[in-house]
């Protein structure tokens, strides 16, 4: 049977392994931050008539720039966006892949300040781009003055900033986003993939985007949209950027259905947004949970915790999966990330958590 070793792949990826979480089939699965709600009734009936909309024309490519999601998605970001300074694509991670296409490649790099999430190192990874993995203290968090002194140190081409954070739930004090774009050589891109999830008072970097033509923030419908399975993230950056990420898309590659389904969902946001407050009452459960057991818990911001537990983090992985609930080994030694779920599920998981003590 061939393998990888007996084909001419480049020498930068053997022995490495794809990305990805575990994908079994357990009673409570809170290992990838999806929306553990279904989609409400009425959403899924007109996100099906939009869809069937299109299907006669399916004959035709879609909208190439699909020019009108991206005015839906600028309505809904606010912040006096309009469609120019917004782009979308199969989720933020194919966003954040073709910002280091345009911006990154060989000869260039990207910085990110880890823990963080593990596709940027593998999207530099995949676009010739040299990875930097910068660091955090020892509560995961990034003071503005450490961030500068990094920035200054590599002079990246692009910075990965995360807020909030994955794996650690953490969010930017407004001053790191500020004090990088004034260091940064090149590109700043603030992930923002969990905003909605944020306690009060959290600043968006949406907010400083007016004057900052190097400042990117993406976004995606995944999480508190509860629209995982239907692939779609986006960007808001100064129009000079959507013209820069268009120059290295592939062609028509939103497809008409796709376009249809995020239309009818963004026009449905309040029912689909609606249990955001109930993601964010249990993530408040489960850490206060936590801390009056005695575990470390880091700080979120978003729908899921980060928490310490004792000795291997493999083998409590394992015990947590013995009593049907999956929860995610980021890497992290003597931590685990648990995804905030329906009370249900935060039933679940409280109570085999109990057999870590």
């Known amino acids: 049977m061939t393998t990888l070793d007996d084909l001419p792949i480049r020498d930068d990826l053997r022995g490495r392994s794809p990305y990805g979480a575990p994908q079994l089939d357990v009673p409570v699965r809170l290992n990838t931050n999806e929306n553990s709600y279904p989609v409400p009734e009425p959403v899924v009936e007109a996100i099906g008539k939009a869809v069937a909309a299109e299907l006669r024309d399916l004959n035709r490519y879609p909208d190439r720039d699909a020019v009108a999601l991206r005015a839906d998605l600028a309505a809904y970001l606010g912040h006096g966006l309009t469609a120019d300074h917004v782009w979308a694509a199969n989720g933020s991670n194919e966003i954040q892949q073709q910002l280091l296409q345009a911006f990154g490649g060989p000869g260039r ?62 969010a930017l004090d407004p001053a790191v986003v500020a004090a990088v774009l004034d260091e940064a050589p090149g590109m700043v891109v603030v992930d923002e993939a969990y905003a909605e999830f944020a306690r009060p008072g959290t600043v968006s970097a949406l907010a400083v985007l007016p004057g900052h033509p190097r400042l990117v923030v993406t976004r ?28 290295v898309r592939l062609p028509y590659h939103l497809s008409a259905l796709t376009q249809a389904a995020a239309r009818a969902a963004l026009a449905h946001r309040d029912a689909l947004l609606g249990t955001v407050a109930a993601i964010k009452e249990q993530r408040d459960r489960i850490v206060a949970t936590l801390r009056a057991r005695g575990h470390r818990v ?8 980060l928490f310490a537990v004792d000795g291997d983090q493999g083998a409590a992985w394992r015990t947590l999966l013995d009593a049907g609930v999956l929860v995610r080994d980021v890497g992290l030694p003597g931590w685990l990330r648990v995804t905030a779920g329906t009370p249900a599920e935060t039933d679940a998981f409280l109570t085999a958590t109990e057999k870590l003590s």
């Open 109 to 170: 790099t990207a910085l990110g300040f880890t823990p963080a999430y593990s596709m940027h190192p593998l999207l530099a990874l995949g676009t010739g781009t040299r990875w930097v993995p910068g660091v955090r203290d020892a509560d995961f968090g990034l003071s503005a003055a450490d961030a500068v002194a990094q920035v200054r140190a590599h002079r990246p081409d692009v910075v990965f900033l995360c807020s909030p954070n994955n794996p650690t739930g953490t």
């Open 220 to 247: 995606t419908m995944s999480k508190a949209f509860g629209f995982a399975g239907g692939r779609l993230g986006y960007l808001a950056a100064d129009p000079a950027v959507v013209e820069a990420v268009q120059l």
């Open 298 to 305: 880091a700080d979120s911001d978003a729908n899921f915790v």
